[in-house]
């Protein structure tokens, strides 16, 4: 009797990988669209952003600002109270988180700024400029050396102020150059004290610290 030939075992198929490792599809379609300050106001205006959103303009984003703890806030406060006690009354406004129309990409909000005028100045547009700008950093401290730096540089004032509550110091920011500043250092308490631009008194940066 002829022998049968073993008929050879079926290929293995491929196990397919499941769809949900399978790594995404670049889609080159795929981009993020940018606002005017314009298109922005006009979003505030409509009701389409309210003030639960929590969001500033910054070079063309709408970016979501950081959660605010106790000690985020309390900082803000003193802040507040050292600058207004170092400025004159009648020439110049401190605001706290109020915006800013410094490009026409870009609004941001923030914690402190000093500016020229009294808040009626301001009922119709809210200011291009400060004279100090003021950001109390934790958790944002990274947007708040970049593109903050970035943003009030191109606006040209003079001054800007983080306050590193990591590191419990003062980090001065002077001399806007483009899209930067040309003079930075890092204050600390208890001694260190400072003049904010066209103040009538120093500001001690243990104020500004818990």
């Known amino acids: 009797m002829p022998s049968q030939t073993k008929a ?3 290929a293995k198929k491929k196990q397919q990988q499941p769809i949900a490792e399978q790594p995404p599809l670049a889609d080159s379609r795929a981009r993020t669209h940018r606002f005017t300050r314009e298109q ?3 979003m505030i205006e409509a009701g389409v952003l309210t ?4 969001c500033e303009l910054l070079e063309g984003q709408i970016v979501d600002k950081m ?8 900082i803000i406060s003193l802040v507040d ?3 207004c006690a170092a400025y004159p009354e009648n020439e110049y406004t401190v605001r706290v988180q109020g915006p800013l129309a410094v490009h026409d990409d870009s609004e941001p909000e923030p914690d402190v700024a000093v500016v020229q005028g009294r808040p009626r100045d301001y009922v119709d547009a809210h200011p291009t400029t400060a004279l100090l700008v003021v950001e109390v950093s934790d958790t944002s401290l990274r947007r708040d050396r970049t593109r903050k730096e970035r943003i009030y540089a191109r606006t040209g004032i003079a001054a800007y102020w983080v306050v590193n ?6 980090e001065v920011y002077r001399d806007p150059n483009g899209d930067g500043y040309d003079r930075r250092e890092t204050l600390r308490p208890p001694d260190a004290t400072l003049r904010p631009p066209q103040a009538d008194a120093d ?7 818990p």
Do not use: G, I, K, N
């Open 165 to 170: 509550l990591d590191d419990e110091s003062l």
């Open 67 to 74: 959660p605010q703890s106790s000690r985020h806030f309390t």
């Open 40 to 42: 922005y106001e006009q």
């Open 51 to 54: 003030p639960e959103d929590r």
């Open 8 to 10: 050879p075992p079926p």
């Open 203 to 209: 500001v001690a940066v243990a104020d500004l610290l």
């Open 81 to 83: 109270e050292a600058l």
